[in-house]
């Protein structure tokens, strides 16, 4: 899972929220009748999302003269869990619990889907992020390796910090290693910012990672 996944990011503990369940990746729903009286139709790699994960998390901002500064950590437990098929899809629902450093922003609660889109033959197609009504389709890069690219929400500008932001793409790509019996999400966002100097009156552009995390999860 990214969980969400993954970040994935945001005004004070609303947008944060919103932030963070775009890179966990987190979702909510429930188990349909077609799934509970035909589990083997459940595909394989969604049954093997079901499970208990920990994450370790860092988002990061720029200040007024455009430098790298860090803006939260948060470590977090995500649970997967009722994998089904509807419809066109096959997911799990999730639910992330997170704990924020310092204590300044409290516990916070996300919930989503996340797992594929099907094809009309019912093969498994393109894989899906589910938060806040919103659905990211994430790119299979190579095995175990994804990616996806979307402009910032007009709410995260303000919180990447640089004043005059014009415009920002986040892309997010996360790396699955497996070591010791050991599952691990490794998951880094670029972000790429536009912005203007007011001191020149020229638009400026900045790279950054904006977020970078991982979840891990114990495989029998």
Excluded at 21 to 40: E, H, R, Y
Excluded at 94 to 115: A, H, L, N, Q, W
Aim: aromatic fraction near 10%; charged fraction near 20%; charge should be positive.
């Amino acid at each position: 899972m990214i969980l969400f996944s993954g970040w994935r990011i945001l005004i004070v503990n609303k947008t944060l929220t919103t932030f963070v369940a775009l890179t966990l990746l987190t979702v909510c729903g429930s188990v349909s009748l077609f799934a509970q009286n035909n589990p083997t139709q459940i595909p394989k790699e969604v049954q093997d999302a079901v499970g208990t994960y920990t994450g370790s998390w860092t988002s990061y901002g720029l200040d007024a003269n455009g430098q790298v500064i860090k803006q939260a950590a948060w470590t977090d437990t995500l649970k997967a869990e009722k994998p089904v098929v509807e419809k066109s899809r096959a997911f799990v629902t999730t639910s992330d619990e997170m704990i924020f450093e310092g204590g300044r922003i409290p516990p916070m609660k996300v919930s989503g889907k996340e797992g594929y889109l099907l094809k009309s033959d019912g093969t498994l197609g393109e894989y899906f992020i589910e938060t806040y009504g919103q659905t990211f389709k994430m790119q299979k890069l190579e095995e175990n390796v994804f990616a996806y690219s979307v402009p910032a929400a007009p709410q995260e500008l303000a919180r990447l910090g640089a004043a005059n932001v014009l415009s920002a793409q986040h892309t997010l790509i996360k790396v699955v290693t497996f070591e010791q019996g050991v599952e691990t999400h490794n998951i880094s966002r670029l972000t790429t910012v536009r912005w203007k100097d007011t001191s020149s009156g020229k638009e400026r552009t900045t790279q950054f990672i904006s977020l970078q995390g991982r979840h891990q999860r114990q495989r029998n």
